[in-house]
């Protein structure tokens, strides 16, 4: 994109002289009477804030966003003044990325805090204001880890009421100190306008701050652009992710409710690899503005292993992107939600991955009923249940244990512990899943459960029938989790909290040891 630049007028005789001398005398005073350099608007500032992202053992994504065309600099050290700087990059913040940049810090320390800062510098050399931020690196021993996850951010109209304490869970999960943090998808509501005021049961009003291109159904690639701009705008929001690391999914509003790759097209038609492009459009905001590692070989892949040390593998699956259409047909057992390439990845994965617990971070449940989701109704497995059943079954042959699945999108918190005892298909170990959200969004009363895998819910909460859904996010049943790996037992708890911090239910998992069989499992992928 060209930048805009004022033509300039030939200088008279008489203003050549007088600059002339003009310059010859600021000269002579040094930098410090260049006030024109010094002026704050020559200077590029900081917009949004910062964040750090896909942290492993010796590295991490840093991203910020700028007010104009500018080099991000960035330097890290492992103490708060900075005294001794460990790694100083920079790359470029640029009109075709809507000034975001991001870049790979590397060559870090393992298991220790690590404090960043960033600022922007103008092309001839202006440096604007820092801001500093700090995330811990996955440690290469035993040690214990704690994480939070959650989803849902900004939905059913719900925006920021700054009067009601903002994006309150993240000041919340940021209490809890962990060392990183799954957004299990749904990080804006592209398809939900924010307006100016909703009016709450009681009568009084809920005032969103309100911007041009959160007021309306994303279409461009600026409106999307502005979503994610939108949550910006909230303080708790800022703060948590300058302090946090964030490994990010995402799911269905990220362009619009219950997408799919087949079915997505908007008015404009479908771009040359078939996907709408309106698709096209939501995932270039999304990467823009996500802390992911780029890796060109995977450009736009959204799944992905991050290794956090030998207690945990992380597991990000990608239930929207390679899905069939096929939910409301006929039974098909070529169904998938994952799809064939995305499947080999997580079988190979999972039987090379020599961690204690590999949490497998789904952006949908599997046993709650919804048409855009896996579980159809009781029964044996159909359509999409087929591949999820597959997977089960493989991981039970290939002696995988100490899975936990993790998710959100469903906007209530719950515990569901599957057993092959209660299930029609019986071919897989018991384990676990739960569900937590929303971070800020209408909150939906608890759903049915499927029993094709056998889950009981040994815990939920969500909005009552009387209260109705779409619940405002000041009624408090706003969600998350957080999970607690012990260095030495190696024991995992799984707490479910709300907004207020309060601890609603926990778990302790025991881990069990491996049955694999070596590479003989490996071959049959």
């Not at 990080?187 to 009568?203: F, K, M, N, Q, T």
């Not at 990845?345 to 919804?370: C, F, H, M, Q, Y």
């Not at 100490?402 to 512990?417: I, P, Q, S």
């Not at 859904?469 to 408090?476: H, K």
Request: charge should be negative.
């Amino acid at each position: 994109m060209a930048i805009a630049t004022r033509a300039r007028r030939g200088l008279t005789r008489r203003q050549l002289l007088i600059r002339s001398g003009s310059t010859a005398a600021l000269a002579s005073l040094g930098t410090l009477a260049r006030p024109y350099l010094s002026r704050a608007a020559d200077r590029p500032e900081l917009r949004c804030g910062i964040q750090s992202g896909d942290v492993s053992s010796d590295a991490a994504v840093i991203w910020s966003r700028a007010d104009r065309a500018a080099r991000m600099q960035v330097e890290c050290a492992a103490d708060e003044n900075f005294e001794t700087i460990l790694r100083a990059v920079a790359t470029d913040a640029l009109p075709s990325t809507d000034f975001t940049a991001k870049l790979l810090l590397d060559g870090l320390p393992p298991g220790q805090d690590i404090f960043y800062r960033v600022r922007f510098e103008s092309f001839d050399g202006l440096a604007g204001e820092a801001r500093i931020g700090r995330f811990r690196t996955a440690p290469v021993a035993r040690r214990s880890i704690s994480f939070v996850w959650s989803g849902d951010t900004v939905g059913q109209g719900w925006g920021i009421d700054p009067s009601r304490g903002g994006l309150r869970s993240y000041r919340t999960m940021l209490e809890n100190r962990p060392d990183f943090f799954i957004h299990s998808g749904d990080h804006i509501y592209a398809d939900c306008p924010v307006p100016s005021e909703l009016r709450l049961p009681d009568g009084t009003l809920w005032r969103n701050i309100v911007t041009e291109e959160k007021s309306a159904v994303a279409r461009s690639l600026e409106q999307f652009r502005g979503n994610y701009k939108y949550n910006w705008c909230d303080a708790n929001f800022r703060a948590f992710h300058a302090e946090v690391p964030m490994f990010a999914q995402w799911d269905d509003h990220e362009v619009c409710d219950d997408w799919s790759p087949i079915g997505s097209a908007d008015e404009t038609g479908y771009a040359e690899n078939g996907s709408s492009r309106l698709v096209v459009r939501a995932q270039r905001a999304f990467h823009e503005f996500m802390p992911m590692r780029a890796i060109p070989a995977r450009d736009g892949r959204v799944y992905r292993k991050i290794a956090y040390g030998p207690l945990l593998d992380v597991f990000l699956i990608d239930m929207r992107s390679y899905r069939d259409s096929t939910w409301n047909k006929g039974d098909s057992r070529n169904s998938f939600i994952l799809g064939k390439a995305q499947m080999a990845w997580l079988k190979r994965e999972l039987v090379a991955s020599n961690a204690t617990w590999k949490v497998i971070a789904a952006d949908l449940p599997i046993g709650l009923i919804s048409l855009d989701a896996v579980a159809l109704g009781d029964g044996p497995p159909e359509r999409r249940e087929h591949e999820i059943a597959d997977l089960l079954c493989f991981m039970k042959r290939a002696g995988i244990r100490n899975t936990v699945w993790l998710t959100a999108d469903m906007h209530y918190t719950a515990a569901h512990h599957y057993d092959p005892n209660r299930a029609v298909f019986q071919d897989f170990e018991p384990f676990w899943e739960f569900v937590s959200g929303p971070l800020h969004a209408g909150t939906w009363s608890p759903g049915v459960l499927d029993n094709t895998f056998g889950p009981k819910a040994m815990y939920q909460e969500g909005c009552s029938a009387e209260q109705g859904d779409n619940l405002a996010p000041c009624f408090g049943l706003q969600f998350f989790g957080r999970v607690d790996i012990d260095g030495k037992t190696e024991v995992m708890t799984v707490t479910l909290k709300d907004v207020d911090n309060r601890d609603l239910w926990s778990v302790h998992i025991e881990p069990r040891l491996d049955a694999r069989p070596g590479e003989i499992m490996a071959q049959h992928i």
